[in-house]
């Protein structure tokens, strides 16, 4: 079957976050297993386009109210991520270098869409199914089944995949006329709290909605920043399934990015060897237990809560532990993790910013990964850190619930239930007693090397869903 993917982020493409990582594995995936997969996004002015081939497959209009703008839409070349790629080219409007962030953003993303069906309409063969993702994308099902330029193909199925339902793209009813002509009697399926809402349109107008773990679908039924009743009234054709890991990316035994690639039999030489690159380039003491962070410096992930959570652990441990931070986001938390700096030289550093290649080094030199999250649709951290024999400290929420145990359960990592200043520093504290103990250590490192959270078997459940 042909599927295509729709989405605002694909790695290694454009990525801001988790959503990023899985449209440029999923795809590679489904392919894999027989199908044909593709992926449509916006053409941004990044690296990846500056740096590779592309043709042009279609050359048009998007009409965007009263505004008719240019479209060419263009085709990488090589098949180089595994799966067609299709980048929709807008002059003015996509073509900047941030994927989000810009008071226009909703009329980029309408553009997107809206140019992006003209395109497929016209297309002599259709796909058998058009997969959305996020909110984003989320107009697409109701101008499919709604809009009476896309009668022709209303009959695709299309689904809707929430990476995150705190974000849902909501705008006014001013710029209703951006959309295609549709039967005006049909709005209610894009209202939701009296605006536009393109998450909970797509969640009202798609054949399946899914989640990115099971634990995210029960959870959103009673914290989805209001869509909460909505959920529950489309809950029999939604499902959820736990995100996988691109293992040809994230795999120890051959990531370039390392100082020392390792694998089971290997870890414990190859995790030291980048620790101690690490230690070189942080000023932190070799021989001490390291603590990372790796994400997004906002809320949802509990990152205000880090410095003092920082501060009180290194004050506690008396000098015993390292803490090193690879992230980016709020300014005032970026000025508080920087100040630490200057408190506890030797303990514990901090890099401002997204590095893909430190944070391969990090994953496989550290001893421990916090993910304190408040929120955590599923979460890709935490397997990538299995993947390199990292031990995560987690809350027990959305995927992190479904992919780590706590050793206390028989498990391999250290649970809390609050995002709390107390609850995470008690983590910390339990995470140094295992320390200690460097034979249990060494055992969990070779066991969750072993688990398997590759795409393999999350795109085979989708293809099951589509099937369905």
């Known amino acids: 079957m042909e599927i295509i993917h729709f989405s605002a982020e694909c790695y290694p493409v454009a990525k801001v976050g988790g959503l990023g990582d899985v449209v440029g594995a999923l795809p590679k995936y489904q392919n894999k297993l027989g199908h044909v997969a593709k992926v449509v996004m916006p053409a941004y002015n990044t690296k ?24 060419r839409i263009l085709r990488e070349k090589t098949n180089k991520l595994g799966f067609d790629l299709f980048l929709v080219h807008i002059a003015g409007l996509l073509d900047r270098e941030k994927v989000y962030g810009y008071n226009d953003d909703t009329e980029r993303f309408l553009a997107f869409q809206i140019a992006s069906l003209d395109w497929i309409a016209q297309w002599e063969h259709k796909p058998n199914v058009i997969h959305c993702h996020d909110h984003h994308t989320g107009l697409i099902p109701f101008m499919i089944g709604n809009s009476h330029n896309y009668r022709h193909i209303s009959y695709i199925p299309t689904v809707l995949t929430i990476h995150n339902a705190q974000y849902q793209g909501q705008f006014g009813w001013d710029k209703l006329h951006y959309l295609p002509a549709f039967d005006l009697r049909n709005s209610s399926k894009l209202d939701w709290s009296n605006s536009i809402n393109p998450l909970a349109s797509a969640i009202k107008c798609a054949w399946r909605v899914t989640t990115v773990s099971p634990s995210y679908l029960d959870e959103i039924s009673y914290k989805a920043n209001g869509l909460e009743n909505l959920l529950a009234q489309e809950r029999g054709k939604s499902f959820g399934i736990l995100n996988g890991i691109d293992n040809e990316v994230w795999n120890p035994q051959q990531d370039s990015m390392l100082t020392k690639a390792f694998n089971i039999r290997t870890v414990e030489s190859g995790k030291k060897a980048n620790k101690e690159a690490l230690c070189d380039v942080f000023n932190l003491a070799k021989d001490k237990p390291l603590y990372t962070f790796i994400g997004r410096l906002v809320g949802e992930k509990g990152a205000d809560l880090l410095p003092d959570i920082f501060y009180n652990a290194l004050q506690q441990s008396e000098g015993e532990i390292n803490i090193l931070v690879l992230g980016s986001g709020d300014p005032h938390v970026e000025d508080r993790l920087n100040e630490i700096k200057h408190h506890y ?31 955590e649709p599923c979460g890709l951290n935490q397997m990538y850190a299995l993947r390199y024999g990292t031990i995560p400290i987690v809350r027990r929420i959305g995927g992190l619930k479904d992919t780590v145990t706590d050793i206390g359960d028989g498990g391999f990592g250290i649970c809390h239930d609050q995002t709390s200043i107390w609850d995470v520093g008690h983590a910390i504290g339990r995470a140094f007693d295992l320390y200690l103990d460097q034979k249990k250590v060494k055992e969990i490192r070779k066991f969750i090397m072993t688990l398997d959270h590759s795409w393999d078997r999350a795109a085979q459940q989708y293809i099951d869903l589509y099937q369905m």
């Open 48 to 71: 990846f386009l500056q740096q590779n081939e592309f043709e042009v497959v279609y050359d048009g209009w998007v009409r965007l109210g009263s505004n008719n703008l240019p479209v």
């Open 345 to 375: 030289p030797g303990r514990y550093n901090a890099y401002i910013g997204y590095n893909e290649a430190l944070s391969h080094q990090i994953y496989a030199g550290a001893d421990f990964l916090l993910m304190p999250s408040r929120v």
